[in-house]
């Protein structure tokens, strides 16, 4: 694979790429053999030799018609570029846009690599770049919100998106944080806590901080998502099984033209009331056959914490299968 830098010359980036990066996601879209990373005028390529050509030709054809327009449109972009035919990687084909077991996403604020780990956290990351919503469900332990955050913050740092919007249902496990001290934040940051650790880990603390004060990053209960749009951004909702079906539907009804969402959760930890049925065994139902919306399930084998946490899993698991049994068999 190689790797070159296409630079703009006397061109303002962010006029030419488009609102919400639109022109340079139609460009993308020409070129599904190549990894294109824009960074002010600098356009990082990875790929082939041939695509890499090839791009770098339709470059400068849509240099030309931006210097004589001064402007690009959507219009623009598609009639400048219908010439050009780029063969598709099948779906089975591991292109460069997508990854394999081992390879880094970031570097985290330790310097640390962070990579998608296992079989299922690698099929994870892929299908989120091929759907614009994917619902990741598996037990404790098996990586599915630092997957998802791990996603986002790389979209955001390659100007993909401009924001990203992480919420959670505030829904109580078997404890009762109405009487802590200190005002609505206070009550509701033990929620979230899980959210700010992934953070933490992969965006340096004064940046995030600042991120979060400009609201480039927004860490929301889910109840703060009614009555908005939520657009060019990446959205995850996590422990998405304790969201009613009314919650989950106003959550993905949400969804802006230009927006991307993650929603996590794992069917076995539900702490709704006992009279609350979860929304996600539904919306599972509902959505599995509508394209852009891809579904990964992650099992034991995906447990990255410590080894233990995988049997203890397999043991509430056997115990379950045993307890359904049983009220079979009565």
Same mark, same amino acid.
């Given at each position: 694979?190689?790797?070159?830098?296409?630079?703009?010359?006397?061109?303002?980036?962010?006029?030419?790429?488009?609102?919400?990066?639109?022109?340079?996601? +139609?460009?993308?879209?020409?070129?599904?053999?190549?990894? $294109?990373? #824009?960074?002010?005028?600098?356009?990082? /390529?990875? %790929? @082939?030799?041939?695509?890499?050509?090839?791009?770098?030709?339709?470059?400068?054809?849509?240099?030309?018609?931006?210097?004589?327009?001064?402007?690009?449109?959507?219009?623009?972009?598609?009639?400048?570029?219908?010439?050009?035919?780029?063969?598709?990687?099948?779906?089975?084909?591991?292109?460069?846009?997508?990854?394999?077991?081992?390879?880094?996403?970031?570097?985290?604020?330790?310097?640390?690599?962070?990579?998608?780990?296992?079989?299922?956290?690698?099929?994870?990351?892929?299908?989120?770049?091929?759907?614009?919503?994917?619902?990741?469900?598996?037990?404790?332990?098996?990586?599915?919100?630092?997957?998802?955050?791990?996603?986002?913050?790389?979209?955001?740092?390659?100007?993909? +998106?401009?924001?990203?919007?992480?919420?959670?249902?505030? $829904?109580? #496990?078997?404890?009762?944080?109405?009487? /802590?001290? %200190? @005002?609505?934040?206070?009550?509701?940051?033990?929620?979230?806590?899980?959210?700010?650790?992934?953070?933490?880990?992969?965006?340096?603390?004064?940046?995030?901080?600042?991120?979060?004060?400009?609201?480039?990053?927004?860490?929301?209960?889910?109840?703060?998502?009614?009555?908005?749009?939520?657009?060019?951004?990446?959205?995850?909702?996590?422990?998405?099984?304790?969201?009613?079906?009314?919650?989950?539907?106003?959550?993905?009804?949400?969804?802006?033209?230009?927006?991307?969402?993650?929603?996590?959760?794992?069917?076995?930890?539900?702490?709704?009331?006992?009279?609350?049925?979860?929304?996600?065994?539904?919306?599972?139902?509902?959505?599995?056959?509508?394209?852009?919306?891809?579904? +990964?399930?992650?099992?034991?084998?995906?447990?990255?914490?410590?080894?233990?946490?995988?049997?203890?899993?397999?043991?509430?698991?056997?115990?379950?299968?045993?307890?359904?049994?049983?009220?079979?068999?009565?």
């Amino acid at each position: 694979m190689s790797e070159k830098i296409y630079t703009l010359e006397h061109i303002d980036p962010q006029t030419f790429f488009g609102p919400n990066n639109l022109n340079l996601t +139609i460009i993308k879209s020409k070129f599904p053999k190549l990894q $294109v990373v #824009a960074r002010g005028e600098e356009i990082k /390529l990875f %790929g @082939d030799d041939a695509s890499i050509e090839a791009f770098g030709q339709a470059m400068k054809q849509l240099e030309k018609v931006f210097l004589k327009n001064k402007e690009l449109n959507e219009h623009m972009v598609l009639e400048a570029l219908e010439g050009i035919t780029v063969e598709k990687p099948s779906d089975a084909a591991t292109g460069p846009n997508l990854i394999s077991t081992g390879d880094t996403l970031l570097i985290g604020t330790r310097g640390q690599q962070i990579k998608a780990r296992t079989r299922n956290q690698v099929k994870m990351v892929n299908t989120a770049k091929k759907n614009d919503i994917i619902f990741a469900i598996g037990p404790a332990g098996t990586g599915k919100t630092y997957t998802a955050v791990a996603i986002a913050v790389l979209a955001l740092k390659e100007r993909e +998106i401009r924001r990203i919007i992480l919420t959670r249902p505030a $829904v109580e #496990a078997g404890e009762n944080l109405g009487f /802590l001290p %200190g @005002d609505l934040k206070d009550k509701i940051d033990p929620y979230l806590r899980p959210l700010y650790d992934a953070l933490e880990d992969m965006i340096p603390n004064d940046k995030l901080k600042s991120m979060i004060e400009s609201r480039t990053v927004e860490i929301a209960p889910l109840a703060f998502m009614r009555g908005r749009t939520l657009d060019n951004c990446y959205v995850i909702l996590d422990e998405a099984q304790n969201s009613t079906d009314l919650q989950l539907k106003m959550f993905l009804t949400r969804m802006g033209p230009n927006a991307k969402l993650i929603i996590t959760g794992d069917l076995t930890q539900v702490d709704l009331p006992r009279k609350q049925q979860s929304g996600l065994s539904r919306a599972l139902r509902l959505l599995k056959n509508i394209k852009g919306i891809g579904m +990964i399930q992650l099992d034991t084998d995906d447990v990255v914490r410590h080894r233990l946490v995988k049997e203890i899993v397999h043991a509430y698991d056997r115990d379950a299968e045993c307890e359904k049994d049983s009220s079979e068999k009565s």
